[in-house]
């Protein structure tokens, strides 16, 4: 029989992979929000889903996941914690520039644009 940690990670894997065959036939970009270690991070959305509104080019769909697999459950508590972190997602226009050489940044915020790239 195999343990908890192991059964946790292949459910991950699974739900991870059952995620992104759906995302694909379905127009979506899946982007996982994994910790530079490959394992989930701490925050409460694992995944955005994002996609080019159909028959709408100028418009984008984006949704924040958080990804349930196996026997895991789902409280209240969870859904107003997602639903506040999606509430403060902030777009943001941008336009790069390259010169052949470098990147150029034009807009954003200055946190961001300042940086040497």
């Given at each position: 029989m195999r343990g908890p940690v192991w059964k946790a990670r292949r459910s991950e894997r699974l739900s991870k992979r059952a995620l992104e065959t759906w995302a694909h036939e379905a127009g979506f970009r899946v982007l996982f929000l994994d910790a530079d270690?490959?394992?989930p991070r701490t925050g409460i959305a694992d995944a955005v889903l994002l996609r080019i509104k159909p028959k709408a080019a100028d418009k984008v769909e984006l949704y924040l996941v958080q990804l349930k697999g196996g026997a895991s459950g789902f409280k209240p508590r969870e859904m107003t914690r997602l639903q506040k972190a999606a509430a403060a997602v902030k777009a943001v226009?941008?336009?790069?520039?390259?010169d052949g050489e470098r990147l150029h940044f034009l807009g954003g915020e200055a946190s961001f644009t300042t940086r040497e790239q």
């Amino acid at each position: 029989m195999r343990g908890p940690v192991w059964k946790a990670r292949r459910s991950e894997r699974l739900s991870k992979r059952a995620l992104e065959t759906w995302a694909h036939e379905a127009g979506f970009r899946v982007l996982f929000l994994d910790a530079d270690s490959g394992y989930p991070r701490t925050g409460i959305a694992d995944a955005v889903l994002l996609r080019i509104k159909p028959k709408a080019a100028d418009k984008v769909e984006l949704y924040l996941v958080q990804l349930k697999g196996g026997a895991s459950g789902f409280k209240p508590r969870e859904m107003t914690r997602l639903q506040k972190a999606a509430a403060a997602v902030k777009a943001v226009p941008l336009i790069i520039l390259h010169d052949g050489e470098r990147l150029h940044f034009l807009g954003g915020e200055a946190s961001f644009t300042t940086r040497e790239q």
